[in-house]
């Protein structure tokens, strides 16, 4: 049944592109209608076939990030800055060259999330980081009244079964997350946001400290304080 869905996406890899625009529009609908196609496979189907669909969706997804290397760089970086639109970017080369010395360095800094969610983006995999902030910000509920509320929240939306940002951990992980939230505390996502945080610092780190978003940026520094 996948295999009716993976015709026409290959089918579209294969046609010739003109643009790097063009390349991250076909890149995104191709993948948004991959997503589609593959749920709506899975209804009915047994659960074997349901974890088969998803591993091959999330196959297919690290595929189509390579549509989008050429948004791989950037000439401006206040675009991408937090909350701060069309200001100067405010980074010294010893924060900016910071980020390489540890996973824990870039995530400590707001313009090294903000560059990271951005390298993120071009292999359509940011749900790992707003998975491991959103646990982060949780961590600071203080009401236990709205406590229940954003664990279930967060579970739907990152730890469940076809959630719209499912992130990929293993099903053990998953269900320890699972009975967590039915009695939620503070450290209810702990593993999950483990496991995730391992993910992103042995897959995604080095490949963003490889990245021409990474190196234009410490670049870009460089040329502004000199």
């Keep these: 049944m996948y295999q009716e869905v993976a015709d026409p996406v290959i089918q579209g890899l294969n046609e010739p592109c003109p643009s790097s625009t063009c390349q ?13 196609s593959l749920s709506d496979h899975t209804v009915g189907k047994d659960p074997q076939a349901v974890r088969t669909g998803q591993r091959q969706n999330r196959g297919m997804r ?45 995530l400590s800094h707001k313009y090294g999330v903000a560059a990271f969610r951005t390298f993120l983006k071009t292999e359509f995999s940011e749900e790992n980081l707003e998975f491991w902030l959103a646990c982060e910000e949780f961590k600071k509920t203080r009401s236990t009244t709205k406590l229940a509320s954003k664990a279930h929240r967060i579970f739907e939306e990152f730890i469940d079964v076809q959630a719209p940002r499912e992130v990929n951990i293993d099903f053990q992980t998953r269900e320890v997350t699972r009975n967590n939230v039915q009695e939620p505390s503070l450290s ?23 990245s021409k978003i990474y190196t234009d940026l410490l670049t870009q520094t460089q040329r502004r304080l000199s």
């Excluded at 209810?188 to 490889?210: I, T």
């Design 24 to 36: 991250n529009h076909v890149a995104t609908t191709m993948l948004t209608a991959t997503r589609q």
């Design 62 to 106: 690290t595929r189509l990030g390579c549509l989008s290397h050429k948004s791989d760089s950037y000439n401006d970086f206040t675009a991408i800055l937090p909350d701060k639109p069309n200001r100067a970017l405010k980074l010294s080369m010893e924060e900016a060259t910071r980020w390489a010395d540890s996973f824990d360095s870039l």
């Design 188 to 210: 209810c996502f702990d593993q999950a946001q483990g496991k995730v945080h391992s993910l992103m610092e042995k897959d995604s780190y080095p490949r963003f400290l490889r």
